[in-house]
């Protein structure tokens, strides 16, 4: 079975089809509120570590090297891995992230390591 997994901006509104909603950033997206988030569950744990999101700092330059240093992060990482991969066997998960970027996110990471491991 395939896997389904999508990404979207918090800043979205939910949708029906977005599954179980998970929010993959280590800090709180700024201006929304929890009841308005509509999550299945924040992840936080799954996210790059401070230093890495601090290092990369959304500059698209970086990206490359940004995304192999948070798959090594996420090899060392296999319980919030796990979590993450026991929802998605449960259905479609959309993977929720703040940043303005569109296309250079730890949730564009994640989604691309996922499809790769699974």
Known sequence: MAMELAVKRIYEPP???????VLVDRIWPRGVRKEDAALTVWLKDIAPSNALRKWFGHESARWAEFQRRYRD???????AV???????????????????DE?????????SYLREIN
């Open 103 to 111: 296309a250079h996110n730890n949730a564009v990471a994640l989604a």
């Open 82 to 100: 796990a979590e993450l991969r026991a929802l998605l066997r449960e259905g479609k998960v959309t993977l929720l992230y703040g940043a303005h």
């Open 15 to 21: 949708a029906p089809d977005d599954g179980q909603r």
């Open 73 to 79: 992060e996420l090899d060392r990482n296999s319980e």
